[in-house]
């Protein structure tokens, strides 16, 4: 079946440090790959998406490309801020399975002043 | 923000207790969904709506039941709430159009303790 698969954490930086986190998928066909953000005590919102093959999903500094040929969508950003620090979810969604969303196990960021 | 309130947003329960969860929307939008978030395992679908009463399983059905009487509302049901129920739920809204470009909207979550 669909799955997803992202690095474990917890992931600690010191500010302004360029930060990865890799996500890997398994799906049939050619699914959607999103990236969300969930902060303390909230629930979580879309940080950036990809639709396609080679599509660069891109916000507020953080960047993600769909490459089918290595099944993965790995998110990074050049210089994060204590305020990124977050857990951070890939997920994808299929053209099977009635199109539900699978998501990963998330992957929490620490920053450090 | 998407307009999505759920309700209570904390709930302190016993082994056996009935309890109900409640989910309202004011975006219109047809898709709702009801998640599980447990350390671990991230978000997982226990049921979701793709319409006033039309309602499908996910993956971690058991125990739970759903109802959708009207378009803002979708109401998750734990018959008899257990320990392993224990979780924070969240609430998600999509306008999906058909395509897997399913970017969801979600609520604030409800934490639920069964003890």
């Known amino acids: 079946g669909d799955s997803v698969t992202q690095m474990e954490g917890p992931v600690t930086l010191s500010e302004e440090a360029f930060l990865t986190i890799n996500c890997t998928y398994t799906?049939?066909?050619?699914?959607?790959l999103f990236w969300y953000v969930q902060y303390p005590g909230e629930g979580l919102q879309l940080l950036l998406k990809?639709?396609?093959?080679?599509d660069k999903g891109s916000n507020k500094g953080f960047e993600a490309t769909y490459r089918k040929e290595t099944t993965s969508f790995h998110l990074e950003k050049g210089s994060v801020q204590v305020s990124d620090s977050a857990v951070y979810f890939c997920?994808?969604?299929?053209?099977?399975?009635?199109?539900?969303?699978?998501f990963g196990a998330g992957t929490r960021l620490f920053v450090k002043a | 923000d998407a307009g999505i309130t759920q309700s209570p947003r904390h709930k302190v329960t016993e082994t056996g207790t009935p309890v109900t969860l409640r989910c309202h929307q004011t975006?219109?939008?047809?898709?709702m969904y009801w998640y599980r978030q447990d350390p671990g395992h991230g978000l997982r679908l226990i049921h979701y709506?793709?319409?006033?009463?039309?309602?499908d399983k996910g993956e971690v059905s058991d125990g739970y039941s759903v109802s959708r009487s009207k378009t803002e509302d979708f109401l998750l049901t734990l018959e008899s709430a257990t320990s392993s129920q224990t979780s924070v739920y969240f609430c998600?809204?999509?306008?999906?159009?058909?395509?897997?470009?399913?970017?969801?909207?979600f609520g604030p979550g409800t934490r639920l303790t069964v003890l």
């Open positions: 975006e219109n939008h047809r898709y």
């Open positions: 997920a994808l969604t299929a053209n099977t399975g009635g199109f539900k969303t699978i």
């Open positions: 990809a639709t396609k093959a080679d």
């Open positions: 998600a809204i999509s306008a999906r159009d058909g395509s897997t470009d399913n970017e969801q909207f």
């Open positions: 799906a049939t066909g050619y699914p959607s």
């Open positions: 709506s793709y319409g006033v009463k039309d309602t």
